[in-house]
């Protein structure tokens, strides 16, 4: 007899999916998890507003590729208009579940394979948005270092840029993750919850260093924990809050530097991808560049040599040896016969 009220296979699929899977098996970040319940929570909100099956009701048998395409084409028709990346974020998330529920409840395969042949959405390449060097020392320039506050905010976009994290990573970074004498690094905490320990320059480290004294970071040794950056009634930084840092003193450099080409706008993610390119033009191999960065594959990275031909050459020069051999050139009015000597010795 079925018991009434009992959760459906799809509850309890999200559920286990959401709080045991992602978090256990795959060792997922927080921020991760959330876009993936996102996801979920709005496609069970088209379920009951397209096909009007609560969320109480839903079976698996009711997850198919019809409905998920059509919850993904809603979005695009509704006030959202999300973009291509948003699209396939989406869709990605709702497949990774599907992949799960196949293992789970395996008389669902032949719906998830459906499902998983769902092709993504083609995006167009957006430009890079960076700083040249000159206008990256121009930035970092303006902080006013006579004030507490000042310092913090330099200490934050220093590193942001010496380290090349994520705006997540730099976030989450802890006072025990930085290491202040040499050689000087940073243990950031990256996506899949891989760690990874970058170099800073010692230029850095003494920013990190004064702004350290400023918190009484250095004086305590409880606080190792305490997450290095805070705002200033000692919340953690959030996204907003690190952008608004950054396009405040963004904004006085470009007033302050008529003469130096800036960008129209910035961001956060802006300053990372200056690193990854001033590397690339001081002649750093782009395997290192990945690895520094924390991509998964060099075909993440290779965006950044989009932006100069030259550092793409190099790059390309470096990761791949030549196919042939310097071939002597042609001399006019040369003897033939020395010529073909050269050639075969």
Known sequence: MKVRNAPTNFARCVTRFLTSHLPGERNLSLQTIRSYSLALKM???????????KPERIELKDITADSIKGFLASMGDSQMHISPNTHNQR????????????????????????ILAIPSKRSSTHEIVYLEKEAMKALLAVFNQTSVRGRRDLAIMAMLYDTGARIQELIGLKVKDVRLVKPETATLLGKGRKMRTVPIMTETAGIVES????????????????????????????????????????????AANPIIPFPKNIHPHAIRASRAIHLLESGVNIIAIRDFLGHTSVTTTQVYLRVNNKAKQDAITQAYPPLTEAVPAWRENSDLMALLKELCS
């Open 43 to 53: 496609y069970i909100g088209y379920l009951d507003s397209s096909a009007g099956i």
């Open 91 to 114: 869709l990605s998330a709702l497949k990774s579940f599907v992949r799960y529920a196949i293992l789970e409840y395996p008389a669902f395969l032949h719906d998830g394979q459906r």
């Open 211 to 254: 702004y350290m004294h400023d918190r009484g970071f250095l004086e305590q040794s409880a606080c190792g924990n305490l997450h290095l950056f805070s705002s200033t009634n000692r919340a953690q930084f959030t996204r907003p809050g690190i952008a608004k840092i950054l396009k405040r003193h963004f904004a006085i450099a470009k």
